[in-house]
């Protein structure tokens, strides 16, 4: 005992003495970090992930994790399976920029991770401690220690979607799934020990959250569990056993210590126990909840039935139609409007059931009785019968459906009389279900249809629901009522938040903000500009965007990378709205409209900017851009630089819209992206007609003209002699013999040169240097352009 004491003193003695370094081969990954160091995503990186620590046993990495073109996480995965799977993540939802973001042990104490402008992303709880270590388990446990070896902070304490072997589950513990087939983003299911003590997996949706097992309509005793053992824990061995205090166990089918294992909750909101195999480095499945998926909510969103065969298949119900084929657990909605009618038939669904969401139940009744329940509440959208016992319940919503022939049970749907005979809904309508991509890889897909050992209690079930019921129509019966047509929109705060300031609209909400876009700021390539009005009375412009990213969490993890860049002379955006074929971006709304507007309106009666105007809009253009380009964002060229992109607010001070666009909607083929003209005629550098990649300097290349244009007050095109074709050779033409004139000594041509609405009222000084930065960014070869922030420099070095 002393002696163990005495050795762990001397070695973190040892630790204190050693200097502080941080292996510097971080593709191998250190072995540990030292507080006060940091570590940046590596520069143009194309490597999916970058390792910062490796467990001493090899078996996991930490680090830098890529989502999306630019988007990383910062996570723990399993070196030895050839996809990287991940374990663990930190910001799964609040991805970080590619470049400049970065893990920073701070000097406080705290682990973070830092985004490019420095702010936190996340941070442990260990700033004011004695933290002096970051190091990476043979666990796969992250921790943070003190010198003594003690541990502050751990991984383990907030898993994902992932629980590994002695990694307990505990009542500060939840998995969430999630929400698609490899993303690392929150879905909708959880894993968790809920109030009663029971370890539970829960759908949260939209609409509804439901408990999907243990069986909810069966007590604790028959699922062998109990609900008497309050301190909430379970753990899985590395032998592959897992045991919980409220009874719940489970053995894998591999038993034994040399396996590597994770119990996933998986995106289709089935747990899984998988082990490695070290030879290929791919996952099979030992141990899982579900054997057929229908058991699991959601999956086929309302008014549809689940089928597994042994594939999954949903369809709608007749009379109604689907609401996104893409995405099956959105549902289907009716075709009729039932609150039109008032005059109701059945139509009857044989040997199924919905579960759930009862709102009456009765034994003992006529099929007659229990029609007329369900015709005398307005709510009731179907009736499930069970001839022989003459069962009854009637339902509110019709969730969770499936095949349910044993015991045999029929729903009659409550349809508009008359329904029944057009000859639209004659036709039967199923669809083969597109979630087949949302489904798992795994021997799950091999196993038939588990729900024969369903067992009932629908009065238990009724009680349950009633009460749930009753609570949600209350809430929501008002508009239920109302709109059983659309989708009804709960904005779950949680859910949509991305980051504070920023967040996700729906569409409805922009519609109305919009008066369903009725006033047009402008449109461009990549879409119309409306004004809008928030709730909150801010005043926004809302953006349609075309030919952007087709995937929704794509989309949304570069959309909240962008959203999260804020500077002055860039327009702020607010958030963004994907539902469907939509997709919309809110930023802020600028006063004064478009440079475009004010320098090229030479008829009307508003005021000629001025000098110091066009000088401040020079600069400010120029930070704006040096922004995007150094401060944090190489990878944001803007591609589309022009006067028209140039806002103004009250004060004069430009602000740059459409940055990052280019990059939403470049996406895919490269090919199409070149060949697919960005940017706009007079604007464009030459090298996109040569078909280079292009960098910052196309930027550059339209500042020079933008620069050009500010001085003279036309633009480029109309400037040189009329019928000339290429508008950039005209340019260029032209640019040859101004050259020349700044060269020389006689500066009075200026005053010819020159805006002459300003009638002379300029400064020459400041005229010639931007004169001189424009020609010297629009020269073909564009590595002799400068970058913007020499730029930048220059045009302070005036003011200053
Ligand atoms: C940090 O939070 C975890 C979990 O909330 C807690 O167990 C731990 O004691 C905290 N550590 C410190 C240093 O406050
Ligand atoms: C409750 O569960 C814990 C953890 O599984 C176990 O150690 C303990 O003995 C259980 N208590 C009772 C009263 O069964
Ligand atoms: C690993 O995969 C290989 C190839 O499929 C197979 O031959 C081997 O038996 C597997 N090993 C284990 C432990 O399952
Ligand atoms: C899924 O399995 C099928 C057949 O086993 C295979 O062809 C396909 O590539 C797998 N897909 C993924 C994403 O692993
Ligand atoms: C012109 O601008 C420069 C720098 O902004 C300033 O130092 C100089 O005084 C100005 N000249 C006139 C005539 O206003
Ligand atoms: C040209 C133009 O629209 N100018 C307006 C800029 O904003 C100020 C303040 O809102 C207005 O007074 C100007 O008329």
């Avoid at 070290?278 to 549809?304: P, Y």
């Amino acid at each position: 005992m002393t002696t163990a004491v005495a050795f762990t003193t001397s070695i973190s003695l040892l630790l204190l003495l050693i200097p502080v370094a941080l292996a510097k081969d971080h593709t191998n990954g250190g072995s540990y970090l030292a507080r006060g160091s940091s570590v940046s995503i590596e520069d143009g990186t194309k490597a999916t992930t970058t390792t910062i620590l490796a467990s001493p046993n090899g078996a996991f990495a930490c680090g830098f994790y890529r989502v999306a073109t630019n988007a990383y996480t910062f996570s723990i995965w399993f070196r030895s399976s050839s996809a990287k799977t991940v374990a663990w993540t930190v910001n799964r939802d609040a991805p970080v920029n590619g470049r400049g973001s970065r893990l920073a042990f701070r000097k406080d104490g705290a682990l973070a991770l830092l985004d490019y402008n420095g702010a936190a992303v996340w941070s442990t709880n260990t700033s004011a401690t004695r933290a002096s270590r970051v190091e990476l388990l043979d666990s796969g446990d992250l921790v943070v220690v003190d010198p003594n070896g003690r541990r502050l902070w751990g991984s383990f304490d907030s898993p994902t979607d992932t629980l590994l072997p002695s990694q307990p589950m505990t009542r500060h513990t939840k998995l969430v799934s999630a929400s698609a087939r490899g993303l690392l983003s929150s879905g909708l299911y959880a894993f968790y020990f809920d109030n009663d003590n029971q370890l539970k997996l829960i759908y949260n949706g939209p609409e509804v959250s439901s408990v999907y097992w243990p069986d909810p309509f069966t007590t604790p005793l028959v699922n062998h569990r109990t609900t008497y053992n309050s301190s909430q824990y379970g753990v899985l061995e590395q032998t592959g056993r897992f045991a919980a205090s409220d009874n719940f166990k489970f053995a894998a089918s591999d038993l034994g210590d040399k396996v590597m294992r994770r119990l996933t909750l998986d995106y289709d909101g089935n747990l899984r126990l998988y082990s490695l195999n070290a030879t290929t480095g791919g996952w099979s499945v030992s141990w899982m909840v579900f054997r057929g998926v229908c058991n699991i909510h959601g999956l086929c969103g309302k008014n549809s039935l689940c089928k597994y065969i042994p594939k999954l298949q949903c369809s709608c119900l007749r009379g109604f139609e689907v609401v996104d084929a893409s995405d099956w657990s959105k549902g289907c909605r009716r075709k009729a409007n039932l609150r039109a009618t008032q005059d109701f038939s059945f139509r009857k669904v044989a040997g199924a059931d919905f579960i759930g969401y009862d709102l009456l139940y009765w034994e003992r009744v006529t099929i007659r009785n229990c029609k007329d329940l369900c015709l005398d509440n307005a709510n009731c959208q179907a009736f499930g019968y069970r001839q022989g016992e003459g069962k009854c319940f009637t339902k509110v919503y019709l969730f969770n459906g499936k095949n349910f022939p044993n015991p045999h049970t029929d729903i009659y749907l409550k349809v508009p009389r008359g329904a029944l005979s057009s000859s639209e809904l004659a036709s039967t309508v199923t669809h083969e279900c597109k979630v087949h991509q949302k489904e798992a890889n795994s021997t799950s897909l091999l196993f038939q249809d588990g729900s024969s050992n369903f067992k009932f209690g629908y009065f238990l079930s009724s009680a349950l629901t009633l009460l749930f019921i009753e609570v949600i129509l209350i809430i929501a019966g008002c508009w239920v009522v109302h709109k059983w047509e659309g989708r009804p929109e709960i904005i779950d705060e949680g859910y949509t938040i991305i980051s504070s300031q920023f967040r996700i609209f729906s569409y409805r909400e922009l519609q109305k903000a919009t008066s369903c876009f009725q006033e047009e700021l402008g449109s461009g390539g990549s879409g119309a500009v409306y004004k809008g009005v928030l709730d909150d009375a801010r005043k926004v412009a809302v953006k349609k965007l075309n030919d952007v990213i087709q995937g929704e969490q794509e989309f949304r993890s570069e959309i909240s990378v962008i959203g999260r860049i804020y500077h002055m002379n860039l327009v702020r955006i607010w958030g963004f709205c994907v539902e469907k074929t939509h997709k919309l971006l809110v930023s802020e709304f600028i006063e004064n409209g478009s440079l475009a507007a004010v320098l090229f309106d030479h008829q009307s009666n508003s005021p000629v900017l001025q000098w110091g105007q066009r000088y401040n809009i020079a600069l400010g253009v120029a930070k704006g851009l040096a922004y995007l380009h150094h401060e944090c964002l190489e990878w944001i060229v803007h591609c589309d630089v022009k006067p028209e992109n140039i806002l103004l607010d009250r004060d004069f001070q430009p602000k740059i819209a459409d940055f990052g666009l280019m990059k939403l909607q470049q996406r895919g083929s490269s090919a199409e992206m070149l060949s697919k003209v960005h940017g706009t005629r007079g604007y464009i550098a030459p090298e996109w007609a040569l078909n280079l990649p292009i960098n910052g300097k196309a930027d550059v290349y339209s500042y020079g003209v933008v620069l050009l244009e500010l001085v003279k007050g036309v633009r480029l095109s109309r400037w040189v002699a009329e019928g000339e074709e290429e508008v950039e050779m005209a340019g260029i033409c032209s640019i040859e013999i101004l050259k020349e004139k700044l060269a020389g000594e006689d500066q009075s041509w200026l005053l010819e040169f020159v805006d002459h609405r300003l009638d002379g009222e300029f400064n020459q000084s400041e005229a010639t240097v931007m004169l001189k930065i424009a020609i010297s960014c629009v020269q073909e070869d564009r590595s002799r352009r400068p970058s913007m922030s020499h730029v930048v420099e220059t045009l302070l070095s005036l003011v200053e």
